[in-house]
């Protein structure tokens, strides 16, 4: 036995948690945390609260950006990662097929019975990664269109496909791919028409901004790429399992059936990290065409027994809790509570998303004194008053959200699929109290704006 005790080192050194930070890791982003007072000391979590030191709890609605969709430290995930542990499998051996994966696979394509096969990776940017080099292999054919704001994870190959420039800038050259607006058939037939393209990668709910598909956009687009012989890629990394009140988002527009889906996120349980990139049978049986292909495409820690384990619990909960259903009725409840304040807030432009996926958007108010400082703030950078928004929600009421994206005046919720009214009544009741106070054009929220607009003027 080794001395190694982990309750006494984080007894010992967890004080030390944003100093550690600062001189080993992101430097920037303890910065981050304590110029919008977010550097808070976290003791315990379970389910969709986290407590602090002093007891006090605090609502999450943000679910680390959707990996904990069935909240934190789920009882029958903990018991599966317990059991796997303790059976002591023989796992990773690199030459056998151990039971778990095939299992998860199998629970996984009942979901999207069109779909035949299952390749496990580690993560979402994996299981996009993994899209697209099957495309690209399969297809014979080098370039992959994807939509405008799309964000489809930041390893070369996805951020080849991400629509967001300041994740893009200074790392070119990257993948020959072409962006099209979301939505706009006539850009993807031209560019189909040139006949070199692989695939089409796309959110059903795009996640910077909680922006839809157009009703009709996922059949037309699909039909117009098999003519064209390229297939249709679901990124389904944040709004897949449940997310959106449909096991796939894909599922709300019929017919559609993408001949690639990336999974990730949620079906990690919160715990073990997991990518899972399912597709058509053709497909594989194209990429590992045979024996000396075997390995053309593997991960080392790929179908691991603990992240496998983890995938099975979760899967099971879904069914057996029905929280898939559940999400589209707390979803639509939320949803319906904060569009009836769009009448009531000039601020509030627009309140849009599906299941539990929303997007709050802010806009130009019409009153002149609000005009004024909202125009202050855009002059400034774009996307500081949904962080005005975000820090009271966590300061005064004790709810993490936070904006979707950079210089987007939305702010994304994407709780654990768990809320319940109690929740959706908690979240309304305080976002009600900021609305309140932003349209007084006074008070500590745009002091703290006016804190916003100095520092964004002097990173300038």
């Not at 489809?152 to 496909?161: A, D, I, N, R």
């Not at 029905?322 to 601020?347: C, F, I, P, S, W």
């Not at 950079?406 to 809320?419: F, G, S, T, Y």
């Not at 109290?433 to 003027?457: I, P």
Request: net charge negative.
């Amino acid at each position: 036995m080794t001395g190694f005790d982990l309750g006494a080192l984080l007894a010992e050194r967890g004080g030390e948690r944003y100093d550690l930070h600062s001189r080993h890791l992101n430097h920037q982003l303890p910065r981050m945390l304590h110029t919008l007072g977010f550097d808070k000391v976290y003791e315990r979590a379970e389910g969709a609260y986290f407590w602090d030191a002093d007891g006090q709890d605090y609502l999450d609605m943000l679910a680390g950006f959707g990996v904990m969709g069935l909240g934190r430290h789920h009882p029958v995930v903990r018991r599966a990662l317990h059991d796997v542990l303790d059976a002591q499998l023989a796992d990773l051996t690199r030459f056998d097929c151990q039971p778990l994966p095939g299992l998860l696979a199998e629970k996984l394509l009942a979901h999207t019975p069109h779909l035949d096969r299952v390749f496990f990776g580690n993560s979402g940017t994996e299981a996009v990664e993994t899209a697209l080099k099957f495309a690209r292999y399969a297809t014979g054919r080098p370039r992959v269109l994807y939509c405008t704001h799309a964000f489809h994870g930041l390893t070369t190959g996805s951020l080849s496909v991400n629509g967001e420039d300041g994740f893009r800038d200074g790392f070119a050259p990257l993948l020959p791919d072409t962006a099209i607006e979301l939505g706009d058939l006539a850009a993807l037939e031209r560019e189909l028409r040139r006949g070199d393209v692989a695939a089409l990668v796309v959110e059903p709910i795009q996640g910077k901004g909680v922006l839809p598909t157009p009703p009709g956009f996922l059949a037309a687009a699909q039909e117009l790429l098999h003519r064209h012989q390229a297939l249709l890629i679901a990124d389904e990394v944040q709004t897949g399992l449940g997310r959106t009140g449909d096991f796939f988002a894909y599922q709300h527009e019929a017919g559609v059936e993408p001949d690639l889906v990336c999974v990730a996120k949620t079906l990690s349980g919160g715990y073990v990290p997991v990518g899972a990139t399912l597709g058509k049978d053709w497909i594989f049986k194209k990429v590992y065409s045979s024996m000396d292909r075997v390995l053309v495409h593997s991960a080392s820690f790929g179908a691991n027994a603990q992240a496998m384990a983890a995938g099975l619990a979760v899967l099971a909960v879904l069914e057996d809790e029905q929280l898939v259903a559940h999400a589209r009725r707390t979803g639509d409840l939320l949803r319906t509570r904060l569009a009836a304040l769009t009448d009531r807030y000039e601020l509030l432009h627009e309140v849009r998303g599906r299941g539990l996926m929303i997007g709050i958007e802010f806009g130009r108010p019409r009153s002149l004194a609000l005009r004024g400082r909202w125009t202050m703030l855009q002059a400034a950078r774009k996307g500081l008053f949904a962080q005005m928004v975000v820090v009271p929600l966590l300061q005064r009421h004790r709810i993490l959200t936070q904006v979707s994206g950079d210089r987007l005046e939305v702010i994304k919720l994407i709780p654990p699929l768990i809320i319940g009214e109690r929740e959706v009544d908690r979240f309304v009741d305080a976002f009600t109290a900021v609305m309140d106070e932003a349209h007084t054009g006074s008070g500590l929220m745009w002091d703290f704006g006016r804190t916003l607009v100095k520092q964004a003027v002097a990173h300038r």
